[in-house]
Each structure stands twice: as structure tokens, then as C-alpha cells.
Nanobody, 126 residues
């Protein structure tokens, strides 16, 4: 099993910056994609940014010029640098990982397993 622990959420003024981190631990063969999602009050959870194990990135249009996702594979950790924060960025930010189990190493089609973190609250005041 894989366990994700997020940190970095805080209260910040509009225009400010925050850095989130999410560390994966547990028993696994490989972590594939890692990403950040967010859920604002009364809204559905949405993708913020995702990064593959080889570094390919994809970000939502709303954050593309302000947020940067990065990853340290040696530490199984993904980061989200958020600059020029806006009140509409206020949400609970969830870390997500797609991983492969050691039990599936010899499988022709190993399962893509998914795990979520507990979430970290980012509040941006105007």
C-alpha cells in the first residue's frame, strides 16, 4: 500500500506564494503519475497539475502561468509551487498518485492503482 502525506497549506494574502509538498511512502514497485487536485467549497474536485515519472507535466489553464509542479523521484515527493495566489485558489488541495504494486511485477498488464492524500487547506484572502 501507498500512503501520501501532504503539507504546506496555509492562509496567505492575494498575490502571495505557497509551496505544497506530498511524500509517498509504503510498499510499492513504482510511482507513476503524481498530481495535485483541489476542491473548493460547493464545487467538484478538479485537476490542478500532474507530473509523470519521466517529468512530463500538465496543468489546468487557470493556474498554468502561476503554479509549477515538480517531483523528486528519489524522495517519492511531489511539490506544487504556487505564486500570485488569488482568492479563487482557495480550496482543499489533494495529492494523488498512480502506483504499481510489487505484487504485479510479473503481470502482463499490471494494475494502475490510485491513492489520495488527506488534503491540505489553502486559503487566499483578498
Amino acid at each position: 500500500q501507498v500512503h501520501l502525506v501532504e503539507s504546506g497549506g496555509d492562509l496567505v494574502k492575494a498575490g502571495g506564494s505557497l509551496s505544497l509538498s506530498c511524500a509517498a511512502s509504503g510498499r510499492f514497485f513504482r510511482i507513476n503519475d503524481m498530481g495535485w487536485y483541489r476542491q473548493a467549497p460547493g464545487k467538484q474536485r478538479e485537476l490542478v497539475a500532474i507530473i509523470s515519472d519521466n517529468g512530463a507535466k500538465r496543468s489546468a489553464d487557470a493556474v498554468k502561468d502561476r503554479f509549477t509542479i515538480s517531483r523528486d523521484n528519489a524522495k517519492n515527493t511531489v511539490y506544487l509551487q504556487m505564486n500570485n495566489l488569488k482568492p479563487e485558489d482557495t480550496a482543499v488541495y489533494y495529492c494523488n498518485a498512480i502506483w504499481m504494486s510489487i505484487d504485479d511485477i510479473r503481470q502482463t498488464k499490471p494494475r494502475n492503482l490510485e491513492v489520495w492524500g488527506q488534503g491540505t487547506l489553502v486559503t487566499v484572502s483578498s
